[in-house]
């Protein structure tokens, strides 16, 4: 994969254009960081505060590619056979009443066919192996277990994966692999070696503004501007959940669906519901507005 991205795609710049196609704005930082990522064909780590487009570049980057997005999400307690592969029970108890109905007594042959690639489930990981090609998105790895994450980084580390009743399964060309962490906790040093970094913030201002209109057109530049400096003001503001950038696109569409065309304070009151998820925050975020 990484050798034909690398022979498609010349430079970061013009992958940072294939992206705004598909509507993804990104600056100079990340387009390079992901640009190296498919020429060196590493895994990419980012990092950075839930909202401000880890997710949505992988998403965005499998439509570029044309090649299908994979998705492992990470939760505390995810284990290697959730994330690789696991048998399909159910078929092979139908499959032993099978060949009992039809009289089959060689247990040696029945027991090689139990465990045949046909009964085999492929989980995230393995899918992705056996895609070509392929984008794997390893989403919130922060939330996994470090067992979980030695785990990771060995199938990071050679792409392959051994079924022990069907032999070691190689990827024919590895997949392209974003992984993404919201820093709830630091994630071990080994696997960040594995991969390229970048840190993503919060856009700026001016980015942010072409983010709203470029997803939502029928914001005039007037309520783009409005939604994102009021945004700016309530990440400033000490929050247990600072809204990203899908919580401004939310903010902006409710406000498109009643009809305002401006950010005035009684209206932000009336919808801090679709930027802000706690009751806390929304009683600061009100205070920060001037709204209520």
Avoid at 18 to 35: E, I, M, P, V, W
Avoid at 83 to 97: G, T, V
Avoid at 233 to 256: F, H, I, N, Q, Y
Wanted: charged share 25%.
């Amino acid at each position: 994969m990484a050798d034909t991205v690398g022979g498609a795609v010349a430079s970061p710049a013009e992958l940072a254009g294939l992206l705004d196609r598909h509507d993804y704005l990104c600056g100079d930082g990340l387009a390079t960081a992901c640009f190296l990522a498919l020429r060196m064909g590493r895994p990419l780590f980012l990092e950075g505060e839930a909202g401000v487009g880890k997710t949505e570049l992988a998403k965005t980057l499998a439509r570029v590619l044309r090649a299908p997005l994979i998705r492992l999400q990470c939760y505390e307690g995810l284990d290697a056979s959730q994330a690789l592969y696991d048998w399909d029970f159910p078929r092979q108890i139908l499959h032993l009443r099978a060949a009992e109905a039809a009289g089959t007594a060689d247990a040696a042959s029945l027991e090689g066919e139990l465990y045949d690639r046909r009964f085999l489930l492929a989980r995230p990981l393995l899918r992705a192996l056996e895609t070509s090609p392929s984008v794997l998105l390893v989403d919130e790895l922060d939330r996994a277990d470090d067992e979980f994450e030695a785990f990771l980084l060995e199938i990071l580390s050679d792409f392959t994966i051994t079924v022990p009743e069907l032999g070691t399964i190689r990827a024919e060309r590895p997949p392209v692999v974003i992984v993404t962490s919201n820093r709830t906790r630091e994630v071990h040093d080994a696997l960040k070696r594995r991969c390229l970094y970048h840190w993503l913030e919060h856009p700026s201002f001016e980015r942010e503004v072409a983010i709203i209109r470029r997803r939502l057109p029928d914001a005039t530049a007037h309520l783009a501007g409005q939604v994102a400096d009021a945004a700016r003001r309530l990440r400033g503001g000490g929050l247990l959940k600072p809204p990203g950038v899908a919580e401004t696109l939310d903010w902006t569409e409710a406000l498109l669906a009643l009809g305002a065309r401006e950010l005035d304070p009684d209206t932000a009151a009336a919808t801090l519901g679709a930027v802000l998820k706690y009751r806390e925050d929304q009683e600061r975020g009100g205070a920060l507005l001037g709204a209520g």
